[in-house]
């Protein structure tokens, strides 16, 4: 299973995959309460928002593995949201034309 950490944005998207384990915080949210938050993880395997990463990159835990998700305004990689989506819901939009 998956414990998944992020803003709303994501956790919506994420619950409607049906993620169960699902921690909603903020972008403001401290270091100390995102390694909390990872640590006290029910799973092994963590998803959590690019920008949260950035903040506590130093203090991963090496016990968990931490999959990082590209923020909605960022400059995401098209393959890795395409691969994630087909993994998670197993649909992929193509918008080539």
Same mark, same amino acid.
């Given at each position: 299973?998956?414990?998944?950490?992020?803003?709303?944005?994501?956790? !919506?998207?994420?619950? $409607?995959?049906?993620?169960? *384990?699902?921690?909603?915080? %903020?972008? +403001?949210?401290?270091? #100390? +309460?995102?390694? @909390?938050?990872?640590? #006290?993880?029910?799973? *092994?395997? !963590?998803? !959590? *928002?690019?920008? $949260?990463?950035?903040?506590? /990159? &130093?203090? $991963?835990? %090496? %016990? &968990?593995?931490?999959?990082?998700?590209?923020?909605?305004?960022?400059?995401? *990689?098209?393959?890795? !949201? @395409? @691969? $994630?989506?087909?993994?998670?819901?197993?649909?992929?939009? %193509?918008?080539? /034309?």
């Amino acid at each position: 299973m998956i414990t998944l950490i992020g803003t709303t944005h994501t956790t !919506i998207g994420f619950g $409607l995959c049906g993620i169960k *384990d699902i921690h909603e915080v %903020s972008l +403001e949210a401290s270091e #100390q +309460e995102l390694v @909390d938050l990872i640590q #006290q993880a029910q799973h *092994d395997i !963590i998803m !959590i *928002d690019e920008l $949260l990463v950035e903040k506590i /990159n &130093k203090r $991963l835990p %090496s %016990s &968990k593995t931490i999959i990082t998700i590209p923020y909605r305004n960022g400059q995401a *990689d098209t393959e890795f !949201i @395409d @691969d $994630l989506m087909k993994n998670t819901i197993g649909v992929v939009k %193509s918008w080539e /034309n």
